[in-house]
């Protein structure tokens, strides 16, 4: 099962875009890459998934180069309630068993 | 249409002592998980269900027990507790298994075992 790895932490101020990178080395052909959003005493959230390219949704875009070796989560002009741990996860295909392997996280704090 | 609901939020248990971690769901998934979260860390899975009458281990299953008799619910059983499974265990339900399918996440029970 490919693992990921993530910084522990980040810092940034509203209105500023944010990068958080992945790193997934032995990421397998037919894993997909999907982003979870956990604010404290809540359930993780669904923020976007991919497999390779671009993808964009209402709230984040995800940057994955052709390796797939790594991939980048995009939160542009972010606020105080964006303030929360970030997951990059690989897997959930035939591969992995369809198992997802959750990392610790990034935790974003966001400044006024 | 409440999602994923989990009962209780929080609970004390002693040592030895036995509970049933209650999660049901109203989107009519077929998939249901029950994953743990210790402080600072990332989920773990403890088993999944891939439909009524059908479970599986996940990555550490030890001390926990499920059933799944209908669709909707998927109770975790922990026979005898022990301080090592003093968490935060929430419950998710999908619509089919792996990347395609978004997991949707109840609001989580905490438990102290002490």
Same mark, same amino acid.
């Given at each position: 099962?490919?693992?990921?790895?993530?910084?522990?932490?980040?810092?940034?101020?509203?209105?500023?875009?944010?990068?958080?990178?992945?790193?997934?080395?032995?990421? =397998?052909?037919?894993?997909?890459?999907? *982003? &979870?959003?956990?604010?404290?005493?809540?359930?993780?959230?669904?923020?976007?998934?991919?497999?390779?390219?671009?993808?964009?949704?209402?709230?984040?875009?995800?940057?994955?180069?052709?390796?797939?070796?790594?991939? %980048?989560?995009?939160?542009?002009?972010?606020?105080?309630?964006?303030? =929360?741990?970030? &997951?990059?996860?690989?897997?959930?295909?035939?591969?992995?068993?369809?198992?997802?392997? *959750?990392?610790?996280?990034?935790?974003?704090?966001?400044?006024? | 249409?409440?999602?994923?609901?989990? %009962?209780?939020?929080?609970?004390?248990?002693?040592?030895?002592?036995?509970?049933?971690?209650?999660?049901?769901?109203? +989107?009519?998934?077929?998939? +249901?998980?029950?994953?743990?979260?210790?402080?600072? +860390?990332?989920?773990?899975?403890?088993?999944?269900?891939?439909?009524?009458?059908?479970?599986?281990?996940?990555?550490?299953?030890?001390?926990?027990?499920?059933?799944?008799? %209908?669709?909707?619910?998927?109770?975790?059983?922990?026979?005898?507790? =022990?301080?090592?499974?003093?968490?935060?265990?929430?419950?998710?339900?999908?619509?089919?298994?792996?990347?395609?399918?978004?997991? &949707?996440?109840?609001?989580?029970?905490?438990?102290?075992?002490?």
């Amino acid at each position: 099962l490919a693992k990921t790895t993530q910084p522990i932490s980040m810092d940034s101020y509203e209105g500023q875009e944010v990068n958080i990178t992945c790193s997934h080395n032995n990421i =397998a052909t037919n894993d997909y890459i999907t *982003w &979870y959003q956990q604010f404290p005493s809540q359930g993780p959230r669904f923020i976007i998934q991919g497999y390779k390219t671009k993808v964009t949704n209402e709230v984040a875009s995800l940057f994955i180069p052709a390796d797939r070796k790594s991939s %980048t989560l995009s939160l542009p002009r972010v606020s105080l309630s964006d303030t =929360a741990v970030y &997951y990059c996860l690989v897997g959930g295909g035939v591969d992995s068993n369809y198992q997802l392997i *959750w990392g610790a996280g990034t935790k974003l704090i966001i400044k006024p | 249409n409440a999602g994923v609901t989990q %009962t209780p939020k929080f609970r004390i248990l002693k040592i030895g002592q036995s509970m049933t971690l209650q999660c049901t769901q109203d +989107m009519n998934h077929n998939y +249901m998980y029950w994953y743990r979260q210790d402080p600072g +860390m990332g989920l773990k899975l403890i088993y999944y269900s891939v439909g009524a009458g059908i479970t599986d281990k996940g990555e550490v299953p030890n001390g926990y027990n499920v059933s799944r008799s %209908t669709t909707e619910d998927f109770p975790l059983r922990l026979e005898l507790a =022990a301080p090592s499974q003093t968490s935060v265990y929430f419950c998710a339900s999908s619509y089919s298994l792996g990347y395609q399918e978004t997991q &949707y996440f109840g609001p989580g029970t905490r438990l102290l075992v002490l």
